[in-house]
T-cell receptor, first 114, second 118 residues
Framework: AQSVAQPEDQVNVAEGNPLTVKCTYS??????LFWYVQYPNRGLQFLLK??????LVKGSYGFEAEFNKSQTSFHLKKPSALVSDSALYFC????????????FGSGTRLSIRP | GAGVSQSPRYKVTKRGQDVALRCDPI?????LYWYRQALGQGPEFLTYFNYEAQQDKSGLPNDRFSAERPEGSISTLTIQRTEQRDSAMYRC????????????????FGEGSRLTVL
């Protein structure tokens, strides 16, 4: 079985400050890990993914995520937050194998104040 | 079209009626996924296909829910004898251009079909 936990329902950050959105996962074998963003009344958009290789993955809009195998974590980060980053963020996991199901976390609402 | 297309965008039905939700994936995408999403929550996995084969339907809530993708392109999610608890946003996503290695790839989501059961 595979699962994802996003322990924070909401994260509040001042514009210009660094942000972190936490994600931990559970999967048998090696994981594929993803981050998606959802703006109000829109579909989900892909941000970045980890498959193998460098533990620090860079994605869209200046976001990056760090894979930590020992802690089974894949936290999303950005050095300097923008008000436009305010949205709902979802972490997702799949098994490292032929195309398989992708399980999403419950989401974290990121709110950036000016 | 260029993206994943879902129809209808909005569906209001009475309890006990059957509904069919359609997904037209990105042309050439091998994998197709169905999710259900409650407001402010994460997408809940329902089922997925590689080509026309349904690979995993473990997320379908009960036998009133079914899905098919007979020609490996368009998919239909059918809910029979709808109940109020079926009200939700149903999202389809596709992945993996044909010809690439069959590995899990990033999903491209449609705008969803919002189902309301009265």
């Amino acid at each position: 079985a595979q699962s994802v936990a996003q322990p924070e329902d909401q994260v509040n950050v001042a514009e210009g400050n660094p942000l972190t959105v936490k994600c931990t996962y559970s999967v048998s074998g090696n994981p594929y890990l993803f981050w998606y963003v959802q703006y109000p009344n829109r579909g989900l958009q892909f941000l970045l993914k980890y498959i193998t290789g460098d533990n620090l993955v860079k994605g869209s809009y200046g976001f990056e995520a760090e894979f930590n195998k020992s802690q089974t974590s894949f936290h999303l980060k950005k050095p300097s937050a923008l008000v436009s980053d305010s949205a709902l963020y979802f972490c997702a996991v799949s098994r490292y194998s032929s195309a398989s199901k992708i399980i999403f976390g419950s989401g974290t609402r990121l709110s950036i104040r000016p | 079209g260029a993206g994943v297309s879902q129809s209808p965008r909005y569906k209001v039905t009475k309890r006990g009626q059957d509904v069919a939700l359609r997904c037209d994936p990105i042309s050439g995408h091998v994998s197709l996924y169905w999710y259900r999403q409650a407001l402010g929550q994460g997408p809940e996995f329902l089922t997925y296909f590689n080509y026309e084969a349904q690979q995993d339907k473990s997320g379908l809530p009960n036998d009133r829910f079914s899905a098919e993708r007979p020609e490996g392109s368009i998919s239909t999610l059918t809910i029979q004898r709808t109940e109020q608890r079926d009200s939700a946003m149903y999202r389809c996503a596709s992945s993996l251009p044909r010809g690439t290695l069959l590995r899990t790839g990033e999903l491209f989501f449609g705008e969803g079909s919002r189902l309301t059961v009265l």
